[in-house]
């Protein structure tokens, strides 16, 4: 990759606000804070964030998400993903949205100084307690409704806009591209003559196509982490978090963020879950059937990007390594096993599938 790619890169980084830097919170001026704005109070417990900071909240009465934004997220993208959450409430409330709790002046957030020079945004939400879709495995017809529902929430989506929609995310796959530089932080040649391989399939299937791809606004990171499920539930999908990386993309990319997820877990069928999982999407949600072929290349890519990024995070948290390490070592052997599966084959069961969705 050439230093304009490099460059461009580090901007998407900076712009995406994973370069921010991570200073503590005084509880007791958050505290305050929520107490003034809020009426809340109660026990702090800090949860893991990849941006900004989050806590758990329990006032013994009830729980709560307390967020603060990064120190260099510009104010409209906080305010995106809160608008985002707040249309989806109110155009499509049937939808499991984690809901917003309104300060006591009835707005959404509120600015915070932390005496920094920066202006961070504090929100909070109402703490959903239930089982993450990750900590289960899922069957055939729960994945179907984990699909469906994607699907409906794209629909509903159609026709939210917000100025800050159209910002940079590094995590947007159409931006892939630029990803090329971090394959030298991966240490095996296996690894990087794979991921070679996934950039050259995407410069292929997918690039020439970009500017004709249907857009609109997407959650961006409808994973296995964000979604709370009930196995005895006939709707399974009990709510929706995490709206931090909606943004304005290809429609296309929604699910493939998704499948992403799902690809390469046995060796036997690497792409089955993702058959069920887009069977239900287009449910909702039917893909344009030209745009179907770019779907599995486009996870391809989404699953490369989880896996280099685990490298450029072990490097900025040493401390964590070795666990982001092994997860790398996840994604990798995913990614092999799923492109071991002809994309032909993979499309046509895609197709297959989306027309009967029992098959």
């Known amino acids: 990759m050439n230093k304009l790619s490099d460059a461009m890169m580090q901007r998407l980084l900076e712009e995406s606000s994973l370069l921010s830097s991570s200073q503590s919170i005084d509880p007791l001026f958050l505290n305050n804070m929520l107490e003034r704005h809020y009426g809340l109070s109660g026990r702090f417990e800090r949860l893991?964030?990849?941006?900004?900071?989050?806590?758990?909240?329990?006032?013994?009465?009830?729980e709560y998400l307390v967020k603060?934004?990064?120190?260099?997220?510009?104010?409209?993208?906080?305010?995106?993903?809160?608008?985002?959450?707040?249309?989806?409430?109110?155009?499509?409330?049937?939808?499991?949205?984690?809901?917003?709790?309104?300060?006591?002046?009835?707005?959404?957030?509120?600015?915070?100084?932390?005496?920094d020079g920066t202006c961070r945004t504090l929100s909070v939400?109402?703490?959903?307690?239930?089982?993450?879709?990750?900590?289960?495995?899922?069957n055939v017809e729960q994945l179907t409704k984990v699909g469906d529902m994607l699907g409906r929430v794209n629909i509903a989506l159609q026709l939210f806009g917000h100025p800050a929609a159209e910002r940079s995310l590094?995590?947007?796959?159409?931006?892939?591209?630029?990803?090329?530089?971090?394959v030298d932080y991966a240490p095996d040649p296996k690894h990087r003559l794979l991921a070679q391989r996934v950039f050259r399939l995407f410069e292929e299937v997918v690039l020439p196509r970009l500017t004709s791809l249907e857009?609109?606004?997407?959650?961006?990171?409808?994973?296995?982490?964000?979604v709370v499920v009930d196995p005895h539930s006939e709707v399974f999908v009990t709510a929706i978090l995490d709206f931090g990386d909606t943004v304005h993309s290809a429609v296309i990319f929604d699910p493939a963020n998704t499948v992403a997820h799902l690809i390469g877990r046995s060796q036997d069928n690497p792409w089955e879950d993702a058959f069920a999982f887009v069977a239900g999407y287009e449910h909702s949600r039917p893909i344009n059937q030209s745009e179907l072929p770019l779907l599995p290349v486009a996870a391809l890519a989404r699953l490369t990007m989880l896996a280099l990024i685990r490298y450029w995070k072990a490097e900025r948290a040493p401390d964590q390594s070795e666990e982001l390490l092994a997860s790398a070592e996840y994604y990798w052997a995913n990614l092999e096993?799923?492109?071991?599966?002809?994309?032909?084959?993979?499309?046509?069961?895609?197709?297959?599938?989306?027309?009967?969705?029992?098959a």
């Open 48 to 62: 893991g964030s990849e941006k900004g900071h989050t806590f758990r909240l329990k006032t013994g009465v009830n």
């Open 68 to 115: 603060v934004s990064p120190s260099d997220e510009p104010e409209q993208v906080t305010a995106l993903q809160i608008a985002a959450m707040r249309y989806l409430d109110d155009a499509a409330h049937a939808l499991p949205i984690q809901r917003i709790k309104p300060t006591l002046e009835r707005r959404d957030s509120v600015p915070v100084d932390l005496g």
């Open 125 to 138: 939400f109402c703490f959903v307690e239930g089982l993450l879709w990750e900590q289960m495995d899922a």
């Open 170 to 182: 590094v995590y947007d796959i159409r931006h892939f591209p630029l990803w090329a530089g971090l």
């Open 215 to 226: 857009m609109q606004v997407i959650h961006g990171d409808y994973a296995p982490n964000n």
């Open 337 to 358: 096993r799923a492109m071991g599966a002809p994309l032909d084959d993979v499309v046509a069961r895609f197709r297959y599938r989306a027309s009967d969705p029992s």
